[in-house]
């Protein structure tokens, strides 16, 4: 009886530290006071959601060169720039941009799972300002807000809204979704963050090196 009394005591006191300390911290990673309770495009359409993230990172690269790599993300497109074994089939994501995957409209369609059975459409876009998803349900909603700061620098915010269903089996995938959706977001944006600097960087030394004229 005391080892499931004990085992039970241990449980409670992980989900109170994760209800108390750990996830409000996850849900505003990187985020300043400002950013995690500021309005943004789509706030309006999930209504009483249960989980509000609010991502944030800077980037050193302008809104324009950020933007490409958000428009061809998804599962069988460029990838996530995340955990490829778990959101692309192990198929590595892309370290360029593409150019099949540089279209966008209200209505696209962005597949999360390899067999593109689960993802979201684009309920709405301003280039290169923000992308905005949606479920179609107004259960959740998914934004990425770009907006320049300094000189040739990016603020990446992303929100996600969700209103969970707590009908079986999906009260399990929400559970799991909760405690680490934060591990392929952060590692989503650390992504993004390299690949438009490498790309920003390198375009740079292009434009920099010195023209050698012929005799």
Same mark, same amino acid.
């Given at each position: 009886?005391?080892?499931?009394?004990?085992?039970?005591?241990?449980?409670? #006191?992980?989900?109170?530290? &994760?209800?108390?300390?750990?996830?409000?911290?996850?849900?505003?990673?990187?985020?300043? @006071?400002?950013?995690?309770?500021?309005?943004?495009?789509?706030?309006?359409?999930?209504?009483?959601?249960?989980?509000?993230?609010?991502?944030?990172?800077?980037?050193?690269?302008?809104?324009?060169?950020? *933007?490409?790599?958000?428009? @061809?993300?998804?599962?069988? $497109?460029?990838? *996530? &720039?995340?955990?490829?074994?778990?959101?692309?089939?192990?198929?590595?994501?892309?370290?360029?941009?593409?150019?099949?995957?540089?279209?966008?409209?209200?209505?696209?369609?962005?597949?999360?799972?390899?067999?593109?059975?689960?993802?979201?459409?684009?309920?709405? &876009?301003?280039?290169?300002?923000?992308? #905005?998803? *949606?479920?179609?349900?107004?259960?959740?909603? *998914?934004?990425?807000?770009?907006?320049?700061?300094?000189?040739?620098?990016?603020?990446?915010?992303? $929100? #996600?809204?969700?209103?969970?269903?707590?009908?079986?089996?999906?009260?399990?995938?929400?559970?799991?979704?909760?405690?680490?959706?934060?591990?392929?977001?952060?590692?989503?944006?650390?992504?993004?963050?390299?690949?438009?600097?490498? $790309?920003?960087? $390198?375009?740079?030394?292009?434009?920099?090196?010195?023209?050698?004229?012929?005799?």
């Amino acid at each position: 009886m005391l080892p499931l009394l004990y085992a039970f005591l241990a449980l409670a #006191l992980v989900v109170i530290l &994760y209800l108390t300390v750990i996830r409000p911290r996850q849900l505003t990673w990187g985020a300043t @006071q400002k950013e995690a309770v500021g309005a943004l495009p789509g706030d309006d359409i999930v209504a009483g959601p249960h989980f509000v993230a609010t991502r944030a990172i800077t980037i050193q690269a302008p809104p324009a060169e950020v *933007w490409q790599w958000i428009v @061809q993300i998804g599962s069988r $497109r460029a990838g *996530w &720039y995340s955990l490829d074994f778990i959101d692309n089939g192990n198929v590595p994501s892309s370290r360029d941009i593409l150019p099949q995957f540089q279209q966008l409209s209200v209505g696209h369609y962005v597949p999360f799972t390899p067999d593109q059975k689960n993802g979201m459409w684009v309920k709405a &876009y301003a280039e290169p300002d923000y992308i #905005l998803w *949606w479920d179609q349900k107004e259960t959740a909603t *998914w934004g990425w807000y770009l907006s320049a700061t300094g000189e040739d620098a990016t603020r990446l915010v992303t $929100r #996600l809204r969700t209103r969970y269903d707590f009908s079986f089996p999906w009260v399990l995938y929400y559970v799991l979704y909760d405690f680490g959706d934060i591990i392929m977001m952060s590692n989503c944006m650390k992504g993004i963050k390299a690949r438009a600097e490498a $790309r920003w960087a $390198r375009a740079h030394l292009d434009s920099n090196a010195p023209q050698i004229q012929a005799a």
